[in-house]
């Protein structure tokens, strides 16, 4: 059975610090990695990774691809209060024909930023 | 920049009640879900869609109808409530090929 893991499952940091949430997957065919970033509403769209290594950045965020041991990491580095949020990691498999299947989700990482 | 819009935002059902929640998207996008988010259980897929006309149930379809008639819109229709659909609802959408959802904000629905 497919599925996504993601640890911590929540995590109390203050401002300034840095942080690794952590996403391991294991899916049939898998295509391509993805983070969201969740505060009260709807999941907003942070990375998505195909490629093995190369890192993706916005700002304070990073995030990278390991395809070998099946593992993604996002990195938030100096947090602000603004970064509390649920962190959800998604998997898409590929499907027949070389497009893109579902996504499969963890069950996120609870990021809260302390003053 | 309307994206994902879902209507109502929230919605309290008595047991056995019938229900449609409302998702239209002006991306022309061709993939549509539907996916429920519950504590402790992250995101599950109810019913998806590649295009009007076709749809396919998710991880988690029972007690739960779609149609997709055209491109903009995906209801998603429960047919029987019951205190197990208690949950928030988002439709998402997105291009084919590889690129991501779009999420609306979400149908926080209650059944009683």
């Known amino acids: 059975e497919d599925k996504v893991v993601q640890s911590p499952l929540s995590l109390v940091v203050h401002e300034g610090d840095t942080v690794t949430l952590n996403c391991s997957y294991e899916?049939?065919?898998?295509?391509?990695l993805l983070w969201y970033k969740q505060e009260k509403k709807a999941p907003t769209f942070l990375f998505m990774l195909?490629?093995?290594?190369i890192e993706k950045k916005s700002g304070r965020l990073s995030s990278i691809l390991d395809k070998k041991e099946l593992f993604s990491i996002l990195n938030i580095t100096a947090t602000q209060t603004g970064d509390s949020a649920i962190y959800l990691c998604?998997?898409?498999?590929?499907?027949?024909?070389?497009?893109?299947?579902?996504?499969?989700f963890g069950k996120g990482t609870k990021l809260s930023v302390k003053p | 920049n309307a994206g994902v819009t879902q209507t109502p935002k929230f919605q309290v059902l008595k047991t056995g009640q019938s229900m449609t929640l409302q998702c239209a998207q002006d991306?022309?996008?061709?993939?549509m879900s539907w996916y429920r988010q519950d504590p402790g259980m992250g995101l599950r897929l109810i019913h998806y869609?590649?295009?009007?006309?076709?749809?396919d149930q998710g991880e988690v379809p029972n007690g739960y109808n779609v149609s997709r008639s055209t491109t903009e819109d995906f209801p998603l229709r429960l047919l029987s409530a019951a205190p197990s659909q208690t949950s928030v609802y988002f439709c998402?959408?997105?291009?084919?090929?590889?690129?991501?959802?779009?999420f609306g904000n979400g149908t926080r629905l209650t059944v009683t």
């Open positions: 991306m022309n996008h061709e993939y």
């Open positions: 998604a998997a898409a498999r590929l499907n027949y024909g070389g497009s893109q299947g579902n996504l499969i």
């Open positions: 899916v049939t065919n898998f295509r391509s």
């Open positions: 998402a959408s997105r291009e084919l090929g590889n690129s991501p959802l779009h």
């Open positions: 195909t490629s093995s290594g």
């Open positions: 869609s590649v295009g009007a006309g076709i749809t």
